[in-house]
C-alpha cells in the first residue's frame, strides 16, 4: 500500500496523477488527510481523503509514502509529526519516499538526500542538504523518487509505480494513456 499525504494547500495534478496511475497499476494506495478528512488543494479543488492521519499504519503492509507539492501544502506537510514518522519509518525500512515539487524540502532538511541524486522545483535546491541536484523531471535514486512539479506528473507515477511493480508495465500504461515524452 501506498499512502499519499494531502494537506491543505497541495498541488492537486501532483497528488491525484500518481494516485491514478498506481490505481491504473492496480497498487493499493489510500489517500491520508493530513489536516482534515476534505482537502483543499492550491487550486480550490476540494479532495476527500480515504482515512485520516490517525488512521495510518506503519507495519508490513506499507511500500512506501508520497508527498505531494504545493505551497502551503509542503509546509503543511513538514509540519505534521507522524507525516515526518512515516517517512522515517519507510527510509529505515528502505521503502519508497516520493517527493514532487515543493515537497522534496522536507527530504533534504531531513538529510534523507545527502549523497543521492534528486531534484525539486527550481528555487529550492537550496533545501537538499548534500543531494547531488538534477535538472531532471523525476530522479530515481534507490527507493528515493523526487520530481520536478506539476508537468511530470505522470513521470512521477510511473517512476513510483516502476519501483513498486515493474517498468515494463509502467511503459504500458504510459502508452494506454497516449503519453508521448
Not at 505531494?68 to 517517512?87: C, E, R, S, T
Not at 543521492?116 to 535514486?141: I, R, S, W
Request: charged content about 25%; overall charge negative; proline content about 3%.
Amino acid at each position: 500500500m501506498i499512502y499519499v499525504f494531502l494537506a491543505d494547500g497541495f498541488e492537486e495534478i501532483e497528488a491525484l496523477a500518481p494516485v491514478d496511475f498506481l490505481k491504473r497499476a492496480e497498487v493499493e494506495v489510500k489517500l491520508v488527510g493530513v489536516t482534515g478528512k476534505i482537502c483543499t488543494g492550491a487550486h480550490g479543488i476540494k479532495v476527500e481523503a480515504d482515512i485520516p492521519i490517525d488512521e495510518i499504519k506503519l507495519d508490513d503492509e506499507l511500500s512506501g509514502v508520497v508527498l505531494p507539492g504545493g505551497m502551503p501544502g509542503a509546509d503543511n506537510l513538514d509540519k505534521n509529526a507522524v507525516v515526518h514518522k512515516a517517512v522515517d519509518y519507510c527510509v529505515e525500512n528502505n521503502l519508497i519516499v516520493a517527493a514532487i515539487c515543493a515537497a522534496p524540502f522536507i527530504l533534504g532538511k531531513k538529510g534523507i538526500l545527502k549523497g543521492k541524486n534528486a531534484t525539486c522545483f527550481p528555487g529550492f535546491e537550496k533545501y537538499l542538504e548534500g543531494a547531488n541536484v538534477l535538472a531532471d523531471g523525476v530522479v530515481t535514486d534507490c527507493n528515493i523518487i523526487t520530481a520536478k512539479g506539476a508537468g511530470v506528473a505522470w513521470e512521477f507515477g510511473a517512476a513510483i509505480n516502476a519501483e513498486i511493480t515493474d517498468k515494463l508495465k509502467s511503459d504500458d500504461i504510459l502508452r494506454g494513456i497516449q503519453w508521448k515524452r
